[in-house]
Nanobody, 117 residues
Framework: QVQLVESGGGLVQPGGSLKLSCTAS????????MGWYRQAPGKERDWVAQ???????NYADSVKGRFTISRDNAKNTVYLQMNRLKPEDTAVYSC???????????WGQGTQVTVSS
């Protein structure tokens, strides 16, 4: 069973930066794509960013230009660099991984990000 463990969350002031990490218990090269989602209190979970095994990236409009997703296969880790953070970015951030053969969809437990002065 694959485990995904997020880290790097915390409290940051508006305009600040944080870098989240998502480390898998095994090789991430097996996954077709990995990504980040977030869920604010009382709201549905929203997709934030995705990176494919080939390195292609996609972002939600709300974070485009501020967030950057990357991966380090040697460390079995995907990152989310978050810059120019806003209070509306406050949420629990979770990473996911999708494997096609056999099909599996894995989730991490999440890490809290709070943007407040």
């Amino acid at each position: 069973q694959v485990q995904l463990v997020e880290s790097g969350g915390g409290l940051v002031q508006p305009g600040g930066s944080l870098k989240l990490s998502c480390t898998a218990s095994g090789s991430i090269s097996r996954f077709n794509a990995m990504g980040w989602y977030r869920q604010a209190p009382g709201k549905e979970r929203d997709w934030v960013a995705q990176i494919t095994s080939g390195g292609s990236t996609n972002y939600a409009d709300s974070v485009k230009g501020r967030f950057t997703i990357s991966r380090d296969n040697a460390k079995n880790t995907v990152y989310l660099q978050m810059n120019r953070l806003k209070p509306e970015d406050t949420a629990v951030y979770s990473c996911d991984a999708v494997q096609s053969f056999p099909w599996n969809h894995y989730w991490g437990q999440g890490t809290q990000v709070t943007v407040s002065s």
